[in-house]
């Protein structure tokens, strides 16, 4: 009797496991829909991508709900047409709080080695993603103090319930902070962006593909006069990327001479000083991507210059001239200047090729493809019942 028990046990031990191994398999693995030429980005071993997880986190990016007042979503300041950011200079916070930077744009987020405008420490999306959920200075999504709300919020919609079930088919209980964090994360990872027309042109072999002022530009950026390629290098055209095939990392932050208010730049707003403290990293900032450029004005970290010709104004000095104004300066002294950012001549002719080749690099497809768009466009999602007014 003791032997059959004991059969009866592992029995029901292995039918337990054998469901929980086809739960998981049920699980789709994800394939990349990538040129040939490019890489996939890097995908950490404890967050494998599929094709459950992904939708998932495509729901959960456009869900107001995950605002503790129901008023704001990822997308709200990740905005598909403007290449995953907004057109203002500084973002909104769910309770109307202003935030000192721009809403960093996602366009070809996944092969970022390093996050946000100025933090030398945010590596993974999987935990940089807990900054806009939690974070209180500033108040973006606002659910410090409440995550066992933000669960049971998920949890009585039926739609998520199931959502959830195939993302994480081998969780008994799916409904988690890390699962909410790994399946946005992995939405973001497919937020990739190659199909500009000078992608056609440059990898292609399609020589129409832009004209001949854009083919201009692009000697004039890789060319030693400007020099524009030292920081906006590579296919992610920035020295902070990384992808599966070179897994080579560097983490760079630049001094653009921007602002030099006695040598410093604005007290709000400086850089990766705030993390460390070394008056080195003052006004020291990552490189954005320039995919989709043309379509994400204004620009800088604080969108404080309106659009490229500004952007060109600012360069070609070696650092922008402001004056009266409590930010005056000659951003062009700015002591922790990058050496790098040392001024050029542009006649009319070179500006308007130059900013032809950065709009050749604006990727319709991605701006419009369906696959990253709002999946409660047809269906709106219900409001969260909460008070509406911000807390």
């Not at 496991?17 to 699980?27: D, E, F, M, N, R």
């Not at 094709?51 to 300041?77: H, I, M, P, Q, W």
């Not at 190659?194 to 992608?199: A, C, F, N």
């Not at 991507?289 to 604080?302: C, E, G, I």
Request: a neutral charge; aromatic letters at 10%; hydrophobic letters at 40%.
């Amino acid at each position: 009797m003791k032997v059959l028990r004991t059969a009866c046990v592992l029995l029901a031990a292995w039918v337990a496991l054998a469901g929980l191994t086809a739960a998981a398999q049920q699980a789709t693995v994800f394939r990349w829909n990538i040129p040939d030429w490019a890489a996939p980005p890097i995908v950490p071993a404890d967050n494998p991508m599929t094709v459950e997880k992904v939708t998932l986190g495509r729901y959960l990016f456009y869900d107001k709900r995950l605002s503790y007042n129901g008023k704001l979503a990822c997308a709200g300041c990740h905005i598909q047409r403007f290449g995953f950011t907004d057109l203002r200079p500084t973002a909104f916070g769910s309770t109307g709080e202003r935030h000192p930077r721009r809403s960093a744009n996602l366009t070809n987020v996944g092969y970022n080695n390093v996050l946000t405008w100025a933090d030398p420490t945010q590596h993974r999306l999987e935990t940089q993603m807990l900054t806009p959920m939690f974070g209180e200075h500033p108040v973006e999504l606002g659910f410090a103090g409440r995550e066992k709300e933000l669960l049971e919020r998920l949890r009585a919609d039926a739609q998520y319930r199931s959502l959830f079930q195939a993302a994480f088919p081998n969780l008994s209980d799916p409904f988690t902070l890390g699962s909410i964090t790994n399946a946005i994360a992995s939405f973001e990872r497919t937020l990739i962006s190659l199909s500009s027309p000078y992608d056609h042109y440059r990898y292609g072999g399609e020589s129409d593909a832009i004209g001949a002022a854009a083919k201009r530009g692009e000697a004039l950026f890789f060319g030693e006069k400007l020099e524009c390629f030292r920081c906006h290098a590579g296919i992610n055209f920035s020295d902070n990327s990384v992808d599966a095939r070179t897994r080579t990392v560097t983490v760079t932050f630049h001094n653009t001479g921007l602002y030099n208010i006695d040598g410093r730049y604005p007290a709000h707003n400086a850089g990766v000083f705030e993390i460390t403290g070394n008056p080195r990293d003052d006004g020291r900032f990552k490189t954005p991507t320039l995919r989709n450029v043309a379509v994400r004005a204004p620009y800088m970290h604080d969108g404080s210059i309106e659009d490229l010709n500004g952007v060109l104004d600012h360069y070609s000095a070696g650092g922008r001239t402001i004056v009266g104004t409590p930010l005056a300066g000659i951003g062009r002294l700015n002591p922790n200047k990058d050496v790098l950012i040392h001024g050029f001549d542009l006649d009319q002719g070179e500006r308007r090729d130059l900013i032809a080749f950065l709009q050749s690099l604006t990727d319709k497809a991605f701006l419009t493809d369906p696959t990253l768009s709002d999946p409660f466009a047809a269906t709106p999602a219900p409001a969260a019942s909460i008070d509406p007014a911000p807390r």
